[in-house]
Antibody
Framework: EVQLVESGGDLVQPGGSLRLSCAAA????????MNWVRQAPGKGLEWVSG????????YYADSVKGRFTISRDNSKNSLQLQMSSLTVEDTAIYYC????????????WGPGTLVTVSS | DIQMTQSPSTLSASVGDRVTITCRAS??????LAWYQQTPGKAPGLLIY???NLESGVSSRFSGSGSGTEFTLTIRDLQPEDFATYYC?????????FGGGTKVEI
């Protein structure tokens, strides 16, 4: 059974930084692209970033490009999102989402971790 | 960016109904289209991928169709557990984009 568990969500001040992690289990991690998808309170889903199985290809939404960095450690079955220059618009639940191999739809999701950006 | 537009945004229905949700893309995504279901307080779950392929374990009451720029998600014989919000998502091009969601309510 696929298991994805996010961690690292917190309350942070505008302009601050935060690092999210996702621990994965139950599948061959390096064979699947991985993603971060967020959902602001009461709003819809927004894809944030994705990384290929080998880690060599990384993709970002325009809203986070230059501020967020996605990475993965295939030796530890772990996905990360380094977030900097945070604004109140980054307040959301952040979901770790597994892609089916190299296809960028999301066949498994973690329960999410809440990031709140507020002074 | 490819814009995804869902309609309606809210849909009122009853148990046993057949409902249809439409998703339109601002340009062709061929069949690189997925559908998700989200209930309050939960993460989304995959229903349909590649426009019409049912994800393993998903009820056959769900079906998807379409190609190019127009897609539909149909739920037949609506059950209490189907009252949720549904999202379409294109994965034809980056950035990946979602529709705004359709809330199916009683």
């Amino acid at each position: 059974e696929v298991q994805l568990v996010e961690s690292g969500g917190d309350l942070v001040q505008p302009g601050g930084s935060l690092r999210l992690s996702c621990a994965a289990a139950g599948f061959t991690f390096n064979r699947n692209a991985m993603n971060w998808v967020r959902q602001a309170p009461g709003k819809g889903l927004e894809w944030v970033s994705g990384v290929s199985g080998g880690g060599g290809d990384r993709y970002y939404a325009d809203s986070v490009k230059g501020r967020f960095t996605i990475s993965r450690d295939n030796s530890k079955n772990s996905l990360q999102l380094q977030m900097s220059s945070l604004t109140v618009e980054d307040t959301a639940i952040y979901y770790c989402a597994k892609s089916y191999r190299g296809f960028y739809y999301f066949d498994s999701w973690g329960p999410g971790t809440l990031v709140t950006v507020s002074s | 960016d490819i814009q995804m537009t869902q309609s309606p945004s809210t849909l009122s229905a009853s148990v046993g109904d057949r409902v249809t949700i439409t998703c339109r893309a601002s340009q062709s995504v061929t069949t690189w289209l997925a559908w998700y279901q989200q209930t309050p307080g939960k993460a989304p779950g995959l229903l349909i991928y590649q426009a019409s392929n049912l994800e393993s374990g998903v009820s056959s009451r769900f079906s998807g169709s379409g190609s190019g720029t127009e897609f539909t998600l149909t739920i037949r014989d609506l059950q209490p557990e189907d009252f949720a919000t549904y999202y379409c998502q294109q994965y034809s091009a980056y950035p990946l984009t979602f529709g705004g969601g359709t809330k199916v309510e009683i």
